[in-house]
């Protein structure tokens, strides 16, 4: 007699099933927190540049598209703050405006 492994032996007791707690979505929502300025990158690229070459046989190819795309979507959000109104300034960084 072949038994389905998924079935439990008759002897064996269910955890009794656990208690979910009820959310409101219908609840006001607590005030969103005051707008931070965007302060744009001197370098986007530093945190894949920090991680090495990647592990692949064309490693410097890799990270130039990888770099292209980071540099590529660092501006778009900077031109998306900026439009925004929320673009802020690093004082440490000239020429930014």
Partial sequence: MNRNPRERPS???RR???K???TDIWREPAPLPDVEPVIPSNDPTALIRSLGEPPLA???AVLLQYATV???SASIAVALALSAGVLGTDDLTPGLP
Wanted: cysteine-free; hydrophobic content about 25%; charged content about 40%.
């Fill in 11 to 13: 002897t064996q007791r």
């Fill in 16 to 18: 009794p099933p656990a």
């Fill in 20 to 22: 979910r707690t009820l």
């Fill in 58 to 60: 064309d490693a410097e």
């Fill in 70 to 72: 980071i540099e590529r």
